[in-house]
T-cell receptor, first 117, second 113 residues
Framework: DARVTQTPRHKVTEMGQEVTMRCQPI?????VFWYRQTMMQGLELLAY????????DSGMPKDRFSAEMPDATLATLKIQPSEPRDSAVYFC???????????????FGSGTRLTVV | GQQVMQIPQYQHVQEGEDFTTYCNSS?????IQWYKQRPGGHPVFLIQ?????EVKKQKRLTFQFGEAKKNSSLHITATQTTDVGTYFC?????????????FGTGTRLTVIP
C-alpha cells in the first residue's frame, strides 16, 4: 500500500531551536495538508497545498511557522523559534482534491511527535 | 466561522452493544468524511458522503448524511474490541469543492470486553 512518510517520528528540542518536519506525499496526489494534534485543541489544520501551491495557511502562526513544498515529493513544516506550546503531534496527509476523485479520502502519515522543553 | 461538533465526546460500551456518534456543522457541507484513529495512531479514512440523505454501510458500520447536509452520524452495530479508537468527522471549509478538511472534535470509543 502507498504511504505518506513523515520524518522524524519523534523530536525533542530546546525552546528557541529551529525544528523542521518533512513529509513525502503519495506519488500522484495533488493535495497536501499539515495538521497539529493536541489533547486540548484536537486536529487543527495548519496548511493546505494543492499542486504545490499554498491555498490555506490561516491556521498557522505566521510569526514562527512556515510550510513549503519545494517539489512534488517533499513538503516541509518549519518552526523557528520553537516554544513549549508547540509540543504536539504533527501530521501530514495527502490526497486528490476533487469530490469526484476523492472517494479514497486523505492518507495520513504516522506523524512527528514534537516535544519542546 | 465554520464549526463541526461531535457528540458524545467519550463513550464506553460493553462489547456487543451498539454505538453511535453524531456530527453537527454550523454550515452546510458539500461533503463529509469519517476517519478513525486508534490510540497512538494516525487518522485513517473510512468513508465519504456527498449526497443529501445518503446512507452507506461498511459491514457493521452505517454512515448517514443529513437531508440538510449539516449533520451526519456513524453507527456501529455489535461493537468489538477492534472498534476502539477516536472517530472523527471532517468537512471542507468552503463550498467550492475544495477539500481543506476541518475536523470535528471526535468521539473516543472504549469497548469493554
Amino acid at each position: 500500500d502507498a504511504r505518506v512518510t513523515q520524518t522524524p517520528r519523534h523530536k525533542v528540542t530546546e525552546m528557541g531551536q529551529e525544528v523542521t518536519m518533512r513529509c513525502q506525499p503519495i506519488l500522484g496526489h495533488n493535495t497536501v495538508f499539515w495538521y497539529r494534534q493536541t489533547m486540548m485543541q484536537g486536529l487543527e489544520l495548519l496548511a493546505y497545498f494543492r499542486n504545490r501551491a499554498p491555498l490555506d495557511d490561516s491556521g498557522m502562526p505566521k510569526d514562527r511557522f512556515s510550510a513549503e513544498m519545494p517539489d512534488a515529493t517533499l513538503a516541509t513544516l518549519k518552526i523557528q523559534p520553537s516554544e513549549p506550546r508547540d509540543s504536539a503531534v504533527y501530521f501530514c496527509a495527502s490526497g486528490l482534491d476533487t469530490l469526484r476523485d476523492n472517494q479514497g479520502g486523505y492518507t495520513f502519515g504516522s506523524g512527528t511527535r514534537l516535544t519542546v522543553v | 466561522g465554520q464549526q463541526v461538533m461531535q457528540i458524545p465526546q467519550y463513550q464506553h460500551v460493553q462489547e456487543g452493544e451498539d454505538f453511535t456518534t453524531y456530527c453537527n456543522s454550523s454550515t452546510t457541507l458539500s461533503n463529509i468524511q469519517w476517519y478513525k484513529q486508534r490510540p497512538g495512531g494516525h487518522p485513517v479514512f473510512l468513508i465519504q458522503l456527498v449526497k443529501s440523505g445518503e446512507v452507506k454501510k461498511q459491514k457493521r458500520l452505517t454512515f448517514q448524511f443529513g437531508e440538510a447536509k449539516k449533520n451526519s452520524s456513524l453507527h456501529i452495530t455489535a461493537t468489538q474490541t477492534t472498534d476502539v479508537g477516536t472517530y472523527f468527522c471532517a468537512g471542507p471549509r468552503s463550498t467550492t469543492g475544495a477539500n481543506n478538511l476541518f475536523f470535528g472534535t471526535g468521539t473516543r470509543l472504549t469497548v469493554i470486553p
